[in-house]
Structures are given as structure tokens and as C-alpha cells.
């Protein structure tokens, strides 16, 4: 047995930052990857999850297809937030807040502009995790990295200023495949909570899907979390499903955002979304960045 198994790693939410690690690994090895984390695979192994993980193009294992396209969508996603952070923290913004950072593992391998803070927050055993998995690795931080340890659908704010979060400093923050699991009244907490926290010249990327209900109220849905072993539905809040309202909606009317549809960014980076949505249905799925003025 894993020494790492008693984390929440491999149950619920945690068991799919597992799964995004795994395929994040599948198109670091590829030859065109979109990315490149050295970390990734060495998540999976030490967490010796309870259904397969092929963390390799080439592995031999069920659903190769599907985690090739799963893959794909990753690299697609996490090559659009690379690319974000690259922009906003090289044009002045000299904290990134990462909510929801999972296996996250920006703060090692971007390169950051000196004197940069990296906030990561997410449940204290995936956090651990994480750190621990690091640490054999021998993995250092290419910024002033800050763990801070919180659940998100309760108040955070507090622990994110004593880890040294300064609001005067201009911020970059990520909310990346977090939206959907949070009930619908956090979702508006946290989006309200980041305005409150924005010195001007900060900006928030967000990744957030319409029609949540009619997703995963989809018979795929349901084969899909079979194939994968992941009860996707049953970690979806039903005011989530219900909630239809684009995050911004919740920000400032100083704040100015656009969103772009998952597909034009795939096909930005010479990729194509369609063989995945036909495999899991993703209703409006877009990607979107905000601006506080």
C-alpha cells in the first residue's frame, strides 16, 4: 500500500486533480505537448490511485482514446493559463493566487519575474500531498511559492492575507476547473471576494460552463464517470447545475472581461476540441479574463 493512500488524494475532488495530473503527464511526454510539468507523473505514481492512471501516450491501458482526448483538453487549458500568467505577471502584477490549486505545479516550472508571490489554496491533504511528493523530487520553487491551506466554499480571505497577501499589490488569480464545484452562492462569494482584494492592474482568469444541469444530466456524463471511475455527477452541487450566471457578472462595474469559447483557444494552439466534446458533452465551455480598472 502507498504510504500516500490515507490522503484525500484518492477520493472525491482529490481523486480528480489525480486524473488532470495524470492526463497534464500524457501531453507533457508528447512530442508537440502543449506543456511541459516534470512533476506530474511522479503525482500519480506516489498516490497508487484506485483506478488506472496512464500518465505516458504510449501506455498500455483501457480508454487510451479517451485519456488521449482528456490529454488534449488539459494541455489546451493549462497552456492558456501558463500563457496568463506569463502576460499579467510579466507586465506588473507581482502576486499569483491560484484557488483551487490542487496538483497545481506553476510556481515550479514558470519562469516568474523576480520578487513574485505564488498563493496556492486548496483542502489541507491534497496540499500535504503535494509538498510531500515535491520533496523527494527535490522540486524548488521559481518564486516566493505560499501554501495556504483553506476550503474554499468557506472564508478564506483571512488566511490568504496571513500567509502575506498584500491587496495593494497588484494581482494575477486563477480559479481553473473549480467553478463547477462550488454551489452557487460561493461561486458569487468568490468572484466578489477577488474584486474586494484587486488593487487596480490585477486581473482574474476563470474557466466556467453554461448549461451545467443539462451536462450532467447527460446519459455521457454518467457513461463517462463509469469509464474513468470517477462519480463526476455526484461531486456537482445542484445549485451549481442550476446557477447559469457568467462570473464576471459578479465583478465590479470597473472591471472589464472577455471570454472566448473553449474551442477557439484550442485552435489557437493548432488543437481541436471537437474530438472530446463528442466524448463528454461540455455545453458552453469558455475561458475567461477579467481586468479591475
Known amino acids: ?16 486533480a489525480l486524473a488532470v495530473a495524470a492526463a497534464r503527464s500524457i501531453e507533457s511526454h508528447r512530442a508537440d505537448g502543449l506543456v511541459n510539468d516534470p512533476y506530474a507523473e511522479s ?10 492512471m496512464p500518465t505516458r501516450p504510449d501506455a498500455d491501458v483501457e480508454q487510451a482514446d479517451l485519456w488521449a482526448r482528456m490529454a488534449e483538453h488539459m494541455g489546451v487549458r493549462s497552456r492558456y493559463f501558463d500563457d ?7 507586465d506588473g502584477a507581482r502576486q499569483a493566487v491560484i ?17 513574485t508571490r505564488v498563493f496556492e489554496l486548496d483542502q489541507p491533504r491534497v496540499l500535504e500531498f503535494k509538498d510531500a511528493v515535491l520533496r523527494e523530487r527535490g522540486a524548488r520553487p521559481h518564486c516566493d511559492r505560499r501554501a495556504v491551506p483553506v476550503d474554499l466554499r468557506e472564508e478564506w480571505a483571512e488566511p490568504l492575507r496571513r500567509a502575506g497577501f498584500d491587496p495593494a499589490v497588484p494581482t494575477a488569480w486563477l480559479a481553473e476547473g473549480l467553478m ?21 492592474g490585477s486581473h482574474a482568469a476563470v474557466e466556467f460552463m453554461h448549461d451545467l444541469r443539462a451536462v450532467f444530466d447527460d446519459p455521457a456524463m454518467t457513461d463517462l464517470s463509469r469509464r474513468f471511475g470517477i462519480d463526476m455527477p455526484a461531486l456537482i452541487p445542484e445549485s451549481a447545475r442550476d446557477n447559469d450566471v457568467a462570473p464576471d457578472a459578479w465583478l465590479p462595474a470597473s472591471w472589464t472581461a472577455d471570454s472566448d469559447p473553449a474551442e477557439t ?7 481541436s476540441f471537437p474530438g472530446f466534446t463528442d466524448t463528454m458533452p461540455t455545453g458552453d465551455y469558455r475561458f475567461l479574463i477579467a481586468h479591475a480598472g
Do not use: K, N
Open 1 to 16: 500500500m502507498s504510504r500516500y493512500e490515507q490522503w484525500d488524494i484518492v477520493s472525491g475532488v482529490g481523486l480528480t
Open 43 to 52: 503525482f500519480v505514481v506516489a498516490a497508487a490511485p484506485p483506478v488506472p
Open 84 to 90: 496568463f500568467f506569463r502576460t499579467y505577471c510579466g
Open 99 to 115: 484557488l483551487a490549486a490542487g496538483l497545481d505545479t506553476r510556481a515550479y516550472r514558470l519562469d516568474w519575474p523576480a520578487g
Open 180 to 200: 463547477p464545484y462550488l454551489p452557487g452562492p460561493a461561486q458569487r462569494d468568490l468572484m466578489t471576494t477577488i474584486a474586494s482584494l484587486s488593487a487596480p
Open 265 to 271: 483557444v484550442a485552435g489557437r494552439y493548432g488543437r
